[in-house]
């Protein structure tokens, strides 16, 4: 009878024990699953504290079925035993846009962490005690002590990195890639070898930059743009001077716009510098017909620069021109914007398609300049940066019409592009100061549509918050739905006449009704215009994508409504439109 009791009370203290402490864990759980942590280590950490939750519950369970089994065994009567539940549901480490981390909510984790490592240490011992004391296994309370250790452990981890970033980025907030990459650093995994590329370019190994570029333009590494901004702001200042001054550096997603602006400048100078040396060389040597294709192409790269250098001058009304990237070699590169994308409230890339190349690119840098300045108009205190991005090699009308990789009629290009797009667009999220309303928009125009729709199925859910498909020939996919963006935040703009519009070519027509976007109004224009008529200033198109850029999607005008003449061009900087380029 004596022995029955003991194990009895035994199992009511374990009981209260239990009671007490089998949601020891819960609090951090709390902290991951409000705080939206994006990337990096943050999943695995989620998955790796989910499972010491489950192990928590599954040890005092484990430690209640013994002792009612031993008071049975005794000759008492089947004890209940209380169920270990939680009312927590499963973590869910989400992906966001713009978001940031709140450095209360990483204080709150590592805390809720230090708290449940105290309090599971001493629970472990007394179970541990409980259980050996009738000669049952002690196991449950060692397996209780390893999760206090493991607690206590990740809080003074989490504590030292918080203190890094802490010292690295002011304010209460954190962009959410510092803190995937940084706070939660000892869980990211890297099966691509780019932490050892980083780490090799701070050591001065230049040749870790081209590398590192290869990986970036597979578009594979979502988390890549991350890790740079993470591992960027670990520098020292004199060590970031050095970097800058690299060739191609000022290239790599995850960088802050201004010092991809300050890299890229300085790395086109130096070019202009070089290739001016080199034709003045070829000219001198010039002896013989055959030498002039080398004479050109140096020619031809130094008037890509000097064509990249008027569209960088300052245009009154405008922000600043930021040179995110560029290319002279090739079809050429460049990737300019209008507005700090960093900190704007709205952030918008244009993708164009055919026929691009770097000599052109002046009518696609015109066109992002008319979209910030007709969604400026109507944003309020929203800032608005918008970006130009030719950052791959659209099709031409020449002799690449024949091959699969290169030709319009197919999507070789367009997927290589989109690989390069999505990674782009993962940069933007990693470098932007944290903002719970900053949007993210995407225009693909023609095959440039169709390079969209081929990035934003890499990134479902994260790409864009709004996509605008104009000119659309298709973008790969039969309905709006498989573009890993919500059916309601795609617009599809086809003017009437637009002969590019009307082939339905890759994948089903994104204007019909069946392909379940949202169709905006256009207007109709003549058929040798139709397909570049989207930005002409004071169109319906034009107005319209600005209010899609804003969310302004109840203010949307049909072309009635306009005047007469919906295309006639408007200044070049409307008077009532005040400069805003910072929040």
Known sequence: MAEHTAALEALKRVTTLATEQHTALDPAVRFISAGAWVGGGAPVFADDLTGHRGRLRSSFSSALHALADLVVRRGGPAPAVPAMNSQMT???????????????????????LEHAGYALSAAGSRLAAELSGHGLSAQPGHAIGRIATWATTQAADFRRRL???????PGPKVPAGIAAYSLFGAYTTDTMGTTALLSRLSAGDSEAVAQ????????????????????????????????????????????????????????????KTRLTTELDTATAAFAHPSDIGGWEKIAAQLHRIEFIEDQLRPRPGYPPPLLLA????????????????????????????????????????????????????????????????????????????????????????????????????????????????????????????????????????????????????????????????????????????????????????????????????????????????????????????????????????????????PHVLMPEIAPDVALRTTR
């Open 212 to 271: 590192l570029l290869a990986v970036q333009e597979q578009g594979r590494d979502a988390g890549l743009p991350a890790r740079v901004a993470a591992w960027w702001q670990t520098l020292a200042h004199a060590l970031r001077q050095q970097l800058i001054g690299l060739a191609g550096f000022g290239l790599l997603n995850g960088l802050p716009a201004a010092v991809r602006d300050q890299a890229n400048r300085r790395w086109i100078a130096a070019e």
């Open 163 to 169: 203190t890094l970033i802490q010292q690295t980025v």
């Open 326 to 565: 560029f290319d002279v070699t090739g079809q050429g590169r460049l990737i300019v914007s209008w507005g700090d994308p960093d900190t704007a409230d709205i952030t918008v890339t244009n993708v164009s398609g055919l026929t691009t190349r770097l000599e052109t690119a002046g009518g696609d840098l015109g066109q992002a300049r008319a979209l910030w300045q007709q969604a400026t108009k109507t944003s309020g205190e929203q800032t608005v940066a918008s970006i130009t991005w030719y950052g791959y090699d659209a099709p031409q009308l020449d002799p690449g019409l024949f091959d699969p990789g290169k030709s319009v009629a197919f999507e070789g290009a367009a997927a290589r592009g989109g690989a390069a797009l999505a990674a782009f667009q993962d940069g933007l999220h990693a470098t932007h100061m944290p903002s719970g309303t900053a949007r993210a928009v995407v225009i693909g125009h023609s095959y440039g549509s169709l390079t969209t729709g081929h990035a934003a199925v890499l990134r479902p859910g994260r790409f864009a918050d709004d996509l605008i498909l104009v000119g659309s020939p298709g973008v790969g996919v039969d309905h709006a739905g498989q573009l890993g963006v919500d059916p309601k935040h795609v617009w599809v703009g086809e003017a009437g006449g637009d002969p590019v519009a009307a082939l339905g070519r890759f994948g089903a027509d994104p204007g019909h009704d069946s392909f379940g976007a949202q169709n905006f109004p256009v207007g109709r224009t003549v058929y040798t215009a139709a397909h570049s008529s989207y930005w002409n200033r004071g169109s319906a198109s034009l107005r319209n994508m600005a209010f899609i850029i804003n969310g302004q999607t109840d203010q949307l005008v049909e072309p009635g409504s306009l005047n007469r003449h």
């Open 90 to 112: 499963a973590i869910s480490a989400t992906h966001g846009s713009y978001q940031g981390i709140d450095v209360h909510a990483m204080t709150g984790l590592l805390s809720a």
